[in-house]
């Protein structure tokens, strides 16, 4: 797979945060807790920030971790950080306190960005740990929190600053930094310049359908992954569109926001898309207005893709990308007649893409290999790691994956599974994926999660982790026997567990490793 097209080179110098720049004053570009904020004022307040920032001494290069929720407030931080120069660091609110120490170590934060909701979990950090913070910066007054952090300055009180022009930086300055536990096996950060972000943005705007200035789109992915900064906000604010930001997701409740706010665009991770299918009270026009789904950041049950056009109408795009791409590298948005379920499209203008086998050589259509990415938008590197960057970036300029796939003879990719996942039953290969979709395919499964366990004769054998939809009535030999139906006898289940939910991360990826924590224990 080669790229379709070129794209002009970003110009230097620049900043990302510019991205908002040129739309209309009176243009809504967010909507958070029912508040709109129009473009005009979110650049006000942006630059009063960014004064704000900058009367504490931060600058180029400087580290500003951002421990918020899909809010406003993430927004105003985030391109404030950005438009000095400095590097944004957004991190996963609800981490416990030892998890965020850990990350507040490696990255060496000057600030810290936090919801009032967050500063109790934060004041129990070992603050010796990370001497580097000076400035703890809360983003709105709450009583339960006064005086939890001491010396933290308001939102509200930088607001009052004087702005501060936006610092255009090189474009292989980092813009921002995402732990990731994507290609190199433990959490590291990921080192995004604005040239990074800015080129996927552009990549992603090549794409037959995409998001315009003239759509409201649903903001629930989290802000502190890839696919939230960069896609949902980061597209969605340089086009010039509105979107509605969603602390936390249930199917009702985001049906009425919705139907309310005549949303066009719902981007999601596959678990959202699972919901919304088996939830049966939904009206089968709840999605009306909506022109664009998109899923990402896992691969999506093609049973699920299948209901969801049956019962809603929706033609689910779907695509494939990681965090050291800046995220996305392929989409079916607007390929071909009709849907191909199960692939996730074929590469963006701007991006090359190879599937390679074990040699490294180009696999042939329909054999399993790895996908190998090179573009604009690949990552500079894991932050003072370059032995872990050594392993995923080759000398000439491939990023190395660590996800398996096929392609068809039109050059669609389809996922099949991680290289690390990979469960080897007497010799032969088995892919979780390919069980798992198979398990997802039954009417009364809503989820089923795969890995391998020691066998005595066969090395190792499969076992299945299934949530079933409410009211289901199928036991363990009867799913056993349908996968057998559909499948290898050597891929097939051995021993099915049923459970009320599988481990998912904040992404909405299967952690296939607590399905093994739960096989040990």
């Known amino acids: 797979m080669r790229p379709s097209g070129t794209l002009a080179a970003v110009p230097a110098p620049t900043n990302l945060s510019r991205i908002i720049d040129p739309h209309p004053d009176d243009a809504v570009a967010l909507i958070s807790r029912n508040r709109p904020t129009t473009y005009g004022a979110l650049r006000e307040q942006v630059a009063s920030f960014r004064g704000g920032l900058a009367s504490l001494g931060i600058g180029v290069g400087d580290r500003v971790v951002i421990i918020c929720g899909n809010n406003r407030h993430f927004v105003v931080a985030y391109l404030a950080t950005v438009s000095l120069g400095a590097i944004a660091v957004p991190l996963n609110p609800a981490s416990p306190a030892p998890e965020l120490e850990q990350e507040l170590a490696v990255v ?6 936090i919801d009032p909701h967050f500063v109790n979990v934060f004041s129990q950090i070992d603050r010796t740990r990370v001497p580097s913070i000076t400035q703890v910066i809360v983003t709105e007054h709450h009583a339960a929190t006064a005086g939890a952090v001491e010396g933290a300055h308001t939102l509200e009180e930088l607001l009052g600053c004087d702005p501060v022009p936006v610092v255009d930086v090189e474009p292989d300055t980092t813009a921002v930094m995402m732990f990731t536990s994507g290609t190199a096996g433990a ?3 990921a080192m995004l310049s604005h040239a990074n972000l800015l080129s996927n943005i552009e990549q992603s705007r090549s794409a037959p359908v995409h998001t315009e200035a003239s759509d409201v789109v649903y903001g629930v992915i989290p802000l502190f992954h890839i696919f939230g900064l960069n896609v949902m906000l980061g597209m969605s604010l340089s086009v010039g569109a509105t979107v509605v930001l969603v602390q936390r997701f249930d199917p009702s409740t985001a049906a009425e926001s919705i139907v309310q706010r005549k949303v066009t665009v719902v981007p999601g991770a596959p678990p959202l898309w699972v919901a919304f299918a088996h939830f049966d009270e939904l009206a089968d026009d709840t999605f009306a207005t909506v022109r664009l789904a998109l899923s990402g950041a896992s691969k999506l049950p093609p049973a699920i893709a299948r209901r969801c056009e049956e019962r809603f109408g929706l033609k689910i795009v779907e695509g494939y990308g990681l965090t050291e791409a800046a995220p996305v590298v392929t989409s079916s948005s607007g390929l071909g007649d009709g849907p ?16 390679v086998n074990h040699e490294g050589h180009d696999a042939l259509v329909g054999d399993v290999g790895e996908i190998l990415v090179r573009g604009a938008n690949v990552f500079q590197g894991y932050f003072r790691d370059p032995e872990a960057t050594a392993r995923v970036l080759d000398a000439d300029g491939w990023l190395h994956t660590g996800d398996m796939a096929t392609v068809d003879d039109d050059g669609w990719l389809y996922l099949v599974d ?4 990979l469960i080897i039953v007497s010799g032969f290969n088995v892919y979780p994926a390919e069980v798992e979709d198979i398990l997802n395919a039954h009417p009364e499964v809503a989820e089923a999660g795969v890995v ?28 056993i026997d349908y996968a057998g139906d559909h499948l290898a006898r050597y891929k097939c289940p051995s021993k099915i567990l049923f459970v009320d939910e599988l481990p998912r991360n904040v992404s909405g990826k299967l952690v296939r490793r607590h399905l093994d924590d739960t096989v040990l224990t």
Not at 108 to 113: K, L, S
Not at 418 to 421: E, G, P, S
């Open 108 to 113: 060496e934060p000057i600030a810290v960005v």
């Open 187 to 189: 959490p590291r950060a």
């Open 340 to 355: 191909r379920y199960g692939s996730v499209g074929r590469a963006l203008d701007g991006v090359e893409v190879r599937v």
């Open 418 to 421: 991680r290289a690390k996942d």
């Open 452 to 479: 391998g366990v020691p066998h005595p004769h066969t090395g190792e054998a499969v076992k299945a982790f299934v949530a079933l939809v409410p009211d289901a009535d199928i036991g363990e030999d009867a799913l």
